[in-house]
């Protein structure tokens, strides 16, 4: 079960940081993603993490501004977002997966979702 929060409204420019809670499965063996549903667009891949052994992903429209981490010891996972930008709006979702992969499909376990929203 995962549990995504910490969504909501904010400026061009400020920061967020969101939280997914995983329980119910051995979190270290998992990968951990962070995806985004813009209206109108298709979902996104936007960050990963593999519990394993730390290796990180972040797609070309959240890198140098996002950065995700794990904590084994709360078996969550962060995404904090700065520099935010009208087009990060969105639903935010965290998913899990046995294998590492950026791409949807690879998950199969997936939180309720979180509304971001940045004004300008």
């Known amino acids: 079960q995962l549990q995504a929060s910490g969504g909501g409204l904010v400026q061009v420019g400020k920061s967020l940081r969101l939280s997914c809670a995983a329980s119910?499965?051995?979190?270290?063996?998992?990968?951990i993603g962070w995806f985004r549903q813009a209206p109108g667009k298709e979902r996104e891949g936007i960050s990963c993490v593999a519990n394993a052994d730390g290796t990180t992903y972040y797609s070309d429209s959240v890198r140098g501004r996002f950065t995700i981490s794990s904590d084994s010891a709360k078996n969550t996972v962060y995404l904090q977002m700065n520099i935010l930008k009208p087009e990060d709006t969105g639903v935010y979702y965290c998913?899990?997966?046995?294998?590492?992969?950026?791409?949807?499909?690879?998950?199969?376990?997936w939180g309720q979702g979180t509304q971001v929203t940045v004004s300008s």
């Open positions: 119910g499965f051995r979190f270290r063996d998992y990968t």
């Open positions: 998913a899990s997966s046995i294998w590492w992969s950026e791409k949807s499909t690879r998950y199969d376990s």
